[in-house]
């Protein structure tokens, strides 16, 4: 069981603050090397490197093996899952840092992204449990304008982060204990693992945020399921569902299959009761928000022939309170 987790304790504030970084990777040998490359060349360095492979077919592990043999990182192999926050859970048992700072290998951090974000840390009047930063999006070498991302970042970000998830992993310098009392991230969800384990942060503490492009993310190498719109939708909206406490088993766009949630986090949430409870008005919020995506996801599903979801729709509670 772990202690009260609180805010105001500055026992973390200090030049002792520990760091673990985890890498999760599957069949990325070239871009999981370049993002070990972007850590082991921060200003300050973290205290452990944790790179959890899924099961790589190619060579990964054969790339990353003098890195591991130079003691520089740690190599983590599992069985393939397919499953993202698998990995990352897998990192964060293992770890040994106060702070967990993830990288996902298709990303790149700035040389002083982990010095910046230590900085905050250390001057803050209260511990904080999560800093994150802005990052900056490249296809094929050109900038992706963000433009049109506006926000709130900094504080209480929760109405904002249950429209998308405003907070990327590989951003993140979160406190291990925080996430093993939340149980980490979903394993039953190919994407938007992360956004319902954002939601439980920012719906009971403030979180920090750094205005600066302090991580490079890179799109258009590969088959990318995030970028396409109907399917994180849909796991946006199974992670919600969970978040308010119901289950509707919402029908799966065609070529997906239905995957059960499973209980993994139930042993990892002994310490859930420590937290600071989820409030009333956060709830309404959030059961607002869920209903608004479920119209728009309809709409769309509805638009593509998609008489499944449609039926489902109809018949369902939430049809019956418009």
Same mark, same amino acid.
């Given at each position: 069981?772990?202690?009260?987790?609180?805010?105001?304790?500055?026992?973390?504030?200090?030049?002792?603050?520990?760091?673990?970084?985890?890498?999760?990777?599957?069949?990325?040998?070239?871009?999981?090397?370049?993002?070990?490359?972007?850590?082991?060349?921060?200003?300050?360095?973290?205290?452990?490197?944790?790179?959890?492979?899924?099961?790589?077919?190619?060579?990964?592990?054969?790339?990353?093996?003098?890195?591991?043999?130079?003691?520089?990182?740690?190599?983590?192999?599992?069985?393939?899952?397919?499953?993202?926050?698998?990995?990352?859970?897998?990192?964060?048992?293992?770890?040994?840092?106060?702070?967990?700072?993830?990288?996902?290998?298709?990303?790149?951090?700035?040389?002083?992204?982990?010095?910046?974000?230590?900085?905050?840390?250390?001057?803050?009047?209260?511990?904080?449990?999560?800093?994150?930063?802005?990052?900056?999006?490249?296809?094929?070498?050109?900038?992706?304008?963000?433009?049109?991302?506006?926000?709130?970042?900094?504080?209480?970000? =929760?109405?904002?982060?249950?429209?998308?998830?405003?907070?990327?992993?590989?951003?993140?310098?979160?406190?291990?204990?925080?996430?093993?009392?939340?149980?980490? =991230?979903?394993?039953?969800?190919?994407?938007?693992?992360?956004?319902?384990?954002?939601?439980?942060?920012?719906?009971?503490?403030?979180?920090?945020?750094?205005?600066?492009?302090?991580?490079?993310?890179?799109?258009?190498?590969?088959?990318?399921?995030?970028?396409?719109?109907?399917?994180?939708?849909?796991?946006?909206?199974?992670?919600?569902?969970? =978040?308010?406490?119901?289950?509707?088993?919402?029908?799966?766009?065609?070529?997906?299959?239905?995957?059960?949630?499973?209980?993994?986090?139930?042993?990892?949430?002994?310490?859930?009761?420590?937290?600071?409870?989820?409030?009333?008005?956060?709830?309404?919020?959030?059961?607002?928000?869920?209903?608004?995506?479920?119209?728009?996801?309809?709409?769309?599903?509805?638009?593509?022939?998609?008489?499944?979801?449609?039926?489902?729709?109809?018949?369902?509670?939430?049809?019956?309170?418009?």
């Amino acid at each position: 069981m772990i202690g009260r987790i609180d805010a105001s304790d500055s026992a973390a504030v200090g030049c002792s603050v520990t760091i673990s970084v985890i890498i999760p990777t599957y069949n990325r040998a070239e871009l999981v090397q370049q993002a070990v490359d972007s850590v082991l060349t921060q200003t300050h360095q973290p205290d452990e490197i944790l790179v959890v492979d899924d099961g790589s077919e190619d060579e990964t592990v054969a790339l990353l093996q003098p890195l591991q043999a130079m003691g520089k990182i740690r190599v983590l192999r599992s069985l393939h899952s397919g499953m993202p926050g698998a990995a990352r859970n897998r990192g964060i048992e293992l770890a040994s840092g106060e702070y967990i700072a993830f990288l996902d290998s298709d990303d790149l951090w700035m040389p002083d992204k982990l010095a910046q974000q230590l900085a905050l840390v250390r001057r803050s009047c209260q511990v904080p449990m999560l800093v994150h930063t802005r990052e900056c999006w490249n296809r094929n070498g050109r900038e992706i304008s963000q433009a049109g991302q506006r926000h709130r970042s900094n504080g209480q970000v =929760f109405p904002d982060a249950l429209k998308k998830c405003i907070i990327g992993p590989s951003t993140v310098l979160v406190r291990r204990e925080l996430l093993l009392a939340l149980g980490g =991230f979903r394993e039953d969800l190919p994407v938007a693992e992360d956004y319902e384990l954002w939601l439980h942060v920012a719906a009971r503490y403030p979180v920090q945020y750094i205005d600066q492009p302090l991580v490079e993310k890179r799109a258009g190498h590969g088959p990318q399921l995030s970028e396409q719109w109907g399917v994180i939708e849909y796991f946006r909206l199974r992670a919600l569902l969970d =978040f308010v406490g119901r289950h509707d088993p919402i029908p799966a766009p065609p070529g997906l299959p239905y995957l059960p949630a499973n209980a993994h986090r139930a042993g990892w949430r002994a310490g859930i009761d420590m937290l600071p409870q989820i409030g009333s008005e956060q709830l309404l919020l959030a059961e607002a928000e869920l209903a608004r995506k479920l119209r728009v996801f309809v709409r769309g599903a509805a638009k593509r022939g998609n008489a499944e979801i449609l039926d489902w729709y109809i018949q369902s509670e939430w049809y019956q309170e418009e």
